[in-house]
């Protein structure tokens, strides 16, 4: 089955849902993986190995910090989210908020407005 | 454990794409998990796992490329290329400049010798000690370029710079005919060697496929 690629419009979503997970709890991939499927109702279906670069890129960021802990009996390395990383995700929802109110609000008038072209 | 053929192609690439040892064990070891994982969910026969492992984690290849282009982009010169690749060459040449002089100097005090009135090979070695900091500035800065997957103006802006550097430092100190040519050729030429390679690069990159993204269930 072919998948299609995110539109333009959804770069840095996945960012966010990560940080939205991690400021719960710390993680490891796959954990983040199955919470974010969970969280969004599975939605959003990602490429699961496109996640770690992401994190990496987080990590390499400072939004988060990784360390190498037991979990279930194996080793694994565990993702949290930095003090940057919080401010990041602050300031990455209230940007979403902003334009999805206003998305939202252009389209409503689409609705009730003069059309633009004649 | 995960699926051996699929990791270790994943590393091939990785490996082919000028990513570092350290992160491409790194990827591999997490991705090694998160397969074992997906093993773990269900009681599926190995070759249908294998396929599961496809569908759910996507090809080797793709992740790879994925994989470059986050990497790059944590990059400190992706986001400031004018400052690395114009301003830093200057301090960067400085301090290999003062560290070779120190060199120089600490060699001549140890082995008491006098570059200007020994015979002629213990002239080519100081001189060839001061080129060397041109050379290795040329080679950091096209190296950071390639690394970054930064486009390949960036790089030959600073071999520029360090080319014409080298030209004014040959005007102002003794003016050799063969050092002169030296420090102005050398950063060109080392520019266009990493051109070369980089260029081989990104058409193998190109043919192996776009970077692949997350993508949205229609």
Known sequence: MKKRTNPPFLNGVPEMLILHVLSRHAMHGYELVQAIKAETDAAFEFGEGCIYPILHRLEAQGHLHVTRETVTGRRRLVYRLTNKGKKQFCEAVACWQRVNKAIMRALQGGEHGEPALA | MGNPLWLDELRQQLFELGLPRWY????????SDHITDILEEGTSMEAKNAKRIAERLGGAGALAQAAATEYRKSFFCRN?????????????????????LLLSFGIGCVFRLDPFSSPSRVRVIAFGMLWIPF???????????LSSGQPWRWAMLSCSLLAVLGGVDALLGLSLHVRDVIFIVTPVTIAFGFSWQWRRKRRQSILEGQPHQPSVET
């Open chain 2, 24 to 31: 491409i064990e790194r990827l591999a070891e997490e991705m």
């Open chain 2, 80 to 100: 400031h290329p004018l400052l690395t690749f114009l301003v830093l060459p200057v301090p960067v040449l400085l301090i290999l400049l003062g560290m070779s």
């Open chain 2, 135 to 145: 050379a290795l500035s040329a080679i950091v800065f096209c190296r950071l370029a």
